[in-house]
């Protein structure tokens, strides 16, 4: 049974770095063609693709946000870590990472956290 | 980056058959899943590889995708299928996923 839970700060200040932090079971992140992924949404918008990290440690990054976003991975520890820079009250979102068993053109997310929301504000 | 385009509200009435489309450049030759969003929860997979359902999602939910539009199609709608529907796509040029801008699907 796979699951996945997101961890980090619920509130942080503008200009600040974010960090989130994936837990997940159920799976491990060594086996071929599975990634993990970052999505987020704000407060009544849709779903924003961040940022992937591959069983290979191939990673992805929305372009939008590249220059911004660092996707790591612990297999040992069976956690995924996003960080965000230079944070910004429209980074205000509930942060979910999400399993997917494919790669390339069949890509999905078959499993989610729960979601973390994070609030940008002094 | 390539573009799905989605209707921001569908509604229908119990019983009858919602359709929810997902539009985009030649998207029948991509390969198009579909999340369910309720209120307050993560999103659920309810369609994958166009029409194919993953365990425990019931028969009503369907899908095809052909041409520049796929549409996710739910037979008999029931109060409980109120929710976001967002569809999902691989963008080959870009190597990443990309999700449309999501239906909000009002059962009257």
């Known amino acids: 049974q796979i699951t996945l839970k997101e961890s980090g700060p619920t509130l942080v200040k503008p200009t600040q770095t974010l960090t989130l932090t994936c837990t997940f079971s159920?799976?491990?992140?060594?086996?071929?063609?599975?990634?993990v992924g970052w999505i987020r949404q704000p407060p009544g918008k849709a779903l924003e693709w961040l940022a992937l990290?591959?069983?290979?440690?191939?990673?992805r990054y929305s372009p939008s946000l590249r220059s911004r976003l660092t996707i790591t991975k612990d297999t040992s520890k069976n956690q995924v870590v996003l960080t965000m820079t230079n944070m910004d009250p429209v980074d205000t979102a509930t942060y979910y990472c999400?399993?997917?068993?494919?790669?390339?053109?069949?890509?999905?997310?078959?499993?989610w956290g729960q979601g973390t929301l994070v609030t940008v504000s002094s | 980056s390539y573009v799905l385009t989605q209707p921001p509200s569908v509604s229908e009435a119990p019983g009858k058959t919602a359709r929810i489309t997902c539009g985009g450049n030649?998207?029948?030759?991509?390969?198009v899943h579909w999340y369910q969003q309720k209120p307050g929860q993560a999103p659920v997979l309810v369609i994958y590889?166009?029409?194919d359902r993953p365990s425990g999602i019931p028969e009503r939910f369907s899908g095809s995708n052909s041409g520049n539009t796929a549409t996710l199609t739910i037979s008999r709608v029931e109060a409980g299928d109120e929710a976001d529907y967002y569809c999902?796509?691989?963008?080959?040029?870009?190597?990443?996923?990309?999700f449309g801008g999501g239906t909000k699907l009002t059962v009257l």
């Open positions: 030649n998207i029948g030759s991509k390969s």
């Open positions: 999400a399993h997917s068993p494919n790669s390339g053109s069949y890509f999905y997310f078959d499993y």
């Open positions: 159920g799976f491990s992140l060594s086996t071929s063609a599975v990634s």
């Open positions: 999902q796509v691989w963008d080959s040029s870009g190597d990443h996923p990309v």
């Open positions: 590889y166009d029409s």
């Open positions: 990290i591959y069983w290979t440690d191939d990673k």
